[in-house]
């Protein structure tokens, strides 16, 4: 099924040893799709994906297996431009980027953000934050 999105998408991937981030967002900043997905079915997952969103480009985080994974991701069928970006303190970012997302509720208000326990991985985070760490380079002015 053609995604309605017209314009060219950004695949962000935050490898890991079991489990990856992927987030989908358009060059506007919105976001399409995130999701935390096991290491064996990244590339079906990214192959479903690429049915679905024009990817145009795949933001790889550079830490994690980042140079098997680019090798592994210029495999795809018709590779997409693969940019790999520094994920340095993408996952405390993506701690305070939790909170923001899904506000507390209740008695958890109450609680200071340092002793919330977040309830599910956090990976599909990491990944908006590398696409936002892409577009943000690219829409920098050159000094």
């Not at 314009?7 to 935390?36: N, S």
Request: some cysteine; proline content about 8%.
């Amino acid at each position: 099924m053609p995604s309605s999105l017209s314009q060219p998408a950004i695949l962000g991937f935050d490898p890991g040893r079991q489990k990856c981030g992927l987030a989908i967002m358009g060059v506007d900043r919105i976001l399409r799709y995130q999701a935390v997905v096991a290491v064996d079915a990244v590339m079906a997952t990214i192959e479903q994906l690429r049915q679905q969103f024009p990817v145009s480009t795949i933001v790889l985080g550079d830490q994690t297996g980042s140079k098997q994974w680019k090798e592994s991701l210029s495999q795809l069928h018709d590779p997409p431009r693969i940019m790999v970006v520094d994920e340095r303190y993408t996952s405390l970012e993506a701690r305070d980027r939790y909170w923001q997302m899904h506000p507390p509720a209740g008695l958890g208000k109450l609680l200071p953000q340092s002793l919330r326990t977040i309830p599910r991985p956090i990976d599909d985070i990491v990944a908006i934050l590398l696409i936002e760490r892409y577009l943000n380079r690219l829409t920098e002015p050159v000094a």
